[in-house]
């Protein structure tokens, strides 16, 4: 089945995005949709800020006082989203991305930009869809798992593995 998403992408003034991002954010939610076997049209909207604003946004609505890579708002629950009624697209939510914070890990982490960005949206995506792994264990194994199929699957494959082997 083939996904059919509208992504609304939009940045603050205080940040630049990459030529290219657009496309790459717009691949990610779309594989999610895919690999999800989504039913019908979905609409997303994604928002690229820097660390001062998600500062705001994280303090605000998740009561903590610090600057956080993405945040992700979903709309619905349990499956049942409202539906856009010019579009009939069901409406899963916000996700907003630190650019500085994407760069600093995409540096420490030792790969792309575009690979960090890809996975924090990707990441956001399956929280949309009512992933979580706060409580670690299956839950987080499987978001994990996800994660790396769909970014696999669109060409930013990891470079590592989960593990550091015993020397």
Known sequence: MIARAKVIISKDKTVRVLAGVRLLVRRCCIAVLE???????????????DDERI???????RHI??????????????GEYDENPATGAKMLGDIVISVPHAVAQAKEYGHSLQREIGF???HSM???LGYDHVDGGLEEVRMREKEEKVLSEIGLKRNDSYYMENE
């Not at 500062?55 to 609505?61: A, F, G, M, T, V």
């Open 35 to 49: 690999e999800e076997n989504f039913p019908g049209r979905a609409e997303i909207s994604v928002t690229f800020t």
């Open 55 to 61: 500062r705001e946004l994280n303090k605000q609505h």
């Open 65 to 78: 006082d610090k600057s956080t890579d993405v945040l992700s708002f979903p709309l619905g629950e349990g």
């Open 120 to 122: 924090l949206t990707v």
């Open 126 to 128: 399956l929280h949309l």
